[in-house]
């Protein structure tokens, strides 16, 4: 009776993936067909690409996590939240990157951010975010400590805290991940 309980969290899950990916990939493709926003083509292959994304991920995310976590409607809040956080980020991110640029008050360095985050898909959500942001990169992971080692465009003391480097990006990748 074991394993038709994990057959249907298997199914469960891979039936998450398997939507999610297919609208990521349909709002990413709106508007380039003619059957409304997309072509029959489109869709055929977007379906086919979340049959295979559903298959690969949902093994990987089903080893170690943990139903409630995924199921639960603040987590899918916060992961909103996140967004418009990373948003806002990005936007300061590239008008600093600019002005840097332009005036050439660049200071660069690699400086260690303490994340004491207890799971590697948060660690690996901020290290992503770091790098995706103009200015930072993240460099290293101590996967012992779970610290990152970033590089900053503008360092302004060796020892700063996460919020002068990433803002509140760890505080709400700790909400989603943790």
């Not at 302004?156 to 480097?165: G, L």
């Amino acid at each position: 009776m074991k394993k038709i309980g994990n057959m249907w969290f298997y199914m469960r899950i891979s039936f998450l993936v398997f939507i999610t990916s297919l609208l990521f990939y349909l709002v990413l493709t709106a508007g380039s067909g003619n059957i409304y926003l997309w072509d029959a083509g489109e869709i055929v292959f977007g379906i086919i690409a979340a049959f295979v994304t559903s298959a690969i991920m949902s093994s990987v995310a089903t080893e170690k996590t943990d139903i409630k976590k995924i199921f639960n409607p603040f987590r899918w809040l916060a992961a909103i939240g996140f967004m418009f956080v990373f948003l806002f980020s990005l936007a300061k991110a590239n008008f600093d990157v600019a002005y840097r640029v332009i005036t050439g008050k660049i200071k660069p360095g690699i400086v260690k951010i303490e994340t004491g985050f207890k799971t590697d898909i948060a660690t690996t959500m901020l290290s992503n975010a770091i790098t995706l942001t103009p200015g930072t990169l993240t460099v290293d992971i101590n996967e012992k400590t779970n610290c990152l080692y970033v590089h900053w465009i503008n360092v302004k003391n060796k020892k700063p805290k996460p919020d002068e480097v990433i803002g509140s990006l760890m505080k709400w990748t700790r909400r989603i991940a943790e």
